[in-house]
């Protein structure tokens, strides 16, 4: 699947953003989808990601009550709504498919299709 994040931007401290992940079909029934990123120097790292099956949602404790990530099954899309951004929020931030289970979800390396990144730039 073609992935193609956007809605990235430069925000103030405290500000909001809402990216999207448009997929170029509809996921199958054993494909998950998440958000990672990444900043200047850092690893790749999760953010959050909603499962395909249930829909359950998991979150990286740094944006644990901020972000908020949501899926419309008809547009084959998933949101990522971003609020009270710091700026260690600064990264590009790229998404991702999985068929892995539920267990690996932060593991980078379970994740195979990816979308070109939009970039995040929170000032102070």
């Known amino acids: 699947v073609q992935l193609q994040a956007s809605g990235g931007g430069l925000v103030q401290a405290g500000g909001s953003l809402r990216l999207s992940c448009a997929a170029s079909?509809?996921?199958?029934?054993?494909?998950?989808i998440a958000w990672f990123r990444q900043a200047p120097g850092k690893e790749r790292e999760f953010v959050a990601t909603?499962?395909?099956?249930?829909?359950?949602?998991y979150y990286a404790d740094s944006v644990k009550g901020r972000f908020t990530i949501s899926k419309d099954s008809a547009k084959n899309t998933v949101y990522l709504q971003m609020n009270s951004l710091k700026p260690d929020d600064t990264a590009t931030y790229y998404c991702a498919t999985t068929r892995g289970p539920t267990s690996t979800y932060r593991d980078v390396n379970m994740y195979n299709d990816w979308g070109p990144g939009t970039l995040v730039t929170v000032s102070s």
């Open positions: 079909r509809r996921p199958s029934s054993s494909e998950s």
């Open positions: 909603i499962r395909r099956a249930g829909g359950a949602t």
